[in-house]
């Protein structure tokens, strides 16, 4: 397994040629239900461009000491969302599809939870990986190698605010 490293230029720039490849399909949803953590900053930029409100499912499959790990997967209880409602064409984001796992058992969740008002969803992700037996219906990049992707906000998992702070007060030392 390889790895594959993500800057933030082009982890924003994935997040608009997604936003472009879903604005080129046509379809019309009225809602964004992004998986977090990985998909809180694809579904937030994405519903500011589309102008549709967006929800929060809060998801944790990963762990272990080095956050590589895939565990049994838990929800929150239920979607945190600013609307009355669920919309009934429902666009579901995350970052990545690995396994397949995770969004797959997020659409049941989202199906048993809020089925009745769902007439279509769909799915977009920034890497879609070969190892997946799930494919989304959107994707900016296929990755057939299963690489580990390093994204840049990662860095925060492994430091303190006690680290932070320190590198503040030692600019010269590199972070």
């Known amino acids: 397994m390889a790895d594959f490293y993500v800057s933030?230029?082009?982890?924003?720039?994935?997040?608009?040629?997604?936003?472009i490849q879903i604005y080129e399909s046509g379809w019309?949803?009225?809602q964004i239900v992004c998986l977090a953590k990985g998909g809180l900053r694809v579904g937030d930029t994405?519903?500011?461009?589309?102008?549709?409100?967006?929800?929060?499912?809060?998801?944790?499959?990963?762990?272990?000491?080095?956050g590589r790990t895939r565990g049994h997967?838990?929800?929150?209880?239920d979607l945190s969302m600013t609307t009355a409602g669920l919309g009934n064409r429902v666009?579901?984001?995350?970052?990545l599809v690995d396994s397949g796992?995770?969004?797959d058992r997020s659409l049941a969740w989202l199906n048993a939870k809020y089925g009745f008002c769902i007439e279509e969803m769909?799915?977009?992700?920034?890497?879609?990986?070969?190892?997946?037996?799930?494919k989304p219906d959107y994707y900016v990049e296929y990755l057939a190698d299963n690489p580990w992707i390093h994204q840049p906000f990662e860095r925060y998992e492994m430091m303190t605010p006690e680290d932070l702070v320190a590198s503040y007060a030692n600019p010269a030392e590199p972070t």
């Not at 769909?122 to 190892?131: G, I, M, N, P, S």
């Open 122 to 134: 769909r799915t977009a992700v920034l890497w879609y990986k070969a190892v997946s037996f799930v």
């Open 91 to 95: 666009l579901v984001v995350d970052d």
């Open 8 to 19: 933030w230029d082009d982890y924003h720039r994935d997040i608009e040629k997604l936003a």
């Open 101 to 103: 796992h995770s969004l």
């Open 28 to 30: 019309d949803f009225n």
């Open 73 to 77: 997967i838990t929800f929150s209880r």
């Open 46 to 66: 994405l519903c500011r461009l589309f102008d549709v409100p967006l929800a929060i499912l809060s998801t944790a499959s990963y762990g272990g000491s080095d």
